[in-house]
């Protein structure tokens, strides 16, 4: 996929395994705009999520417009409207008005890490500005580094040095350090595709990541799929039948005590407003409607799979269930299906095995398999324009909308709807797994 464009980043107001993208949320009282903010995150070396870059876009268009202070208003209002369990940072591409106006200030400084991009000239008014940001705790990266000396004034405020790995040599970047050497900031390496260039960075001295490498599985062609992993594989085929078959879902539940316990978990939970708790698999499958159910099952089955994973992975299987879901209706398909659907295209992630090894064990329909590997069915289009948001492919997700009848606000509304939705239930997982189920308080369905 494309990195955004040189006149898109450099506007950016606001911009690693996985990247989410979204517009304004559908509750908001303006009509929404066309435009569209992504975040991208960045991680450790074991692949932990350490904060999320933001991305912003207006309109149609592929270069920023408008006013930019403006813009980097909104896009910290959309970012302030999210809910974030994991109490995750961000980091914030700023423009010099955004610094020097105190725009910034918005954010609270424990949550945010102003990024100062490679086109800003450190002058007077604009130094002053950052050190007294800094003064009140604010952090600052320097985007795209680069070993020119003009670029120097920056290096005493720098917390982060963001390095392009794709534009840098190695004596580009070997340049860089020496620059930096004396200063306690932690390297970022942007725009990793690989894992030979992951190694190279870590072995440079760079401690962050970011890039599509990180989105991308490594799936190793000879792992088979672990035997407990054919249970939820069962599971989801069952849920895939219209009407499912209740004493199938209850026997594959009970079969996993990990399932059983989290589907119990999401039946108590607060905002499912029952009077006496749910202390049977039976029960809690029997209260809600079979749409629910398969919304309910969907995010056990998630939360089981991907066990010690990034909550990045799992965030991104509970947007796409979501964002298919809430597409349904517009396509004619049923929502409880398009829900599987989404979580059904994160398989090989969320299973540690290839896809067609997947779907050769997975008895579902053809039409479901074939909407998997990418043909050009609506089912097929729902999940390219997912994976659009995901990448902030700004020109496909125009592309697709236009394609499956959609404004792009509509699309992006919808995916805010999704990010919303999946922060609940990540905010739901995170609660004490040692805490009974009937003592659940936490948002739910």
Known sequence: MPSPSADEHSHCAARGPL????????????????????????VDERCRLFGYELLYREGA?????????????????????????????????????SLTQGVVRLLRPETVVLEILETLEPDAELLECCHALRKDGYRFALDDFTPEAWRMPFLPLADFIKIDFLACSRSRRRAIYDMAAGHAARYIAEKIETKEEMLAAQTEGCSLFQGYFFARPIIVPSRRIPQNHFVYLRLMAALSQAPADLDAVEKLVIS?????????????????????????????????????LRRMVTVALAGALTGHRSPALLSMALVRARFCELLA??????????HLLGLFSLLDALLDAPMPQILSALPIDCEMKAALVGNESPRGLALRLVRGFELCDWAACET?????????SQ?????????????????LQATDPASPPAGETRASL
């Not at 697709?400 to 792009?408: F, I, P, V």
């Open 19 to 42: 990247t989410e993208c979204a517009g304004a949320p559908p509750t908001s009282k303006r009509a929404v705009p066309d435009r569209f903010v992504g975040r991208q995150p960045i």
């Open 329 to 338: 209706p517009a396509l004619a398909e049923p929502p409880g299906l398009l």
């Open 400 to 408: 697709l909308c236009r394609r499956l009848g959609l404004a792009e």
């Open 256 to 292: 996993d005590a990990s399932l059983s316990y989290r589907l119990l978990r999401l039946s108590n939970s607060a905002l499912m407003g029952l009077t006496c708790p749910v202390t049977s698999v039976r029960s809690a499958l029997l209260f809600v409607g079979e749409d629910a």
């Open 61 to 97: 268009a592929q270069a920023f417009s408008g006013d930019p202070n403006e813009a980097t208003r909104e896009v910290i209002d959309y970012w302030l409207m999210l809910p974030h369990p994991d109490r995750s940072r961000i980091f914030l591409n700023c423009t010099r008005s």
């Open 411 to 427: 699309g992006s509304a919808l995916y805010v709807e999704s990010l919303h939705w999946a922060a609940a239930m990540l905010e």
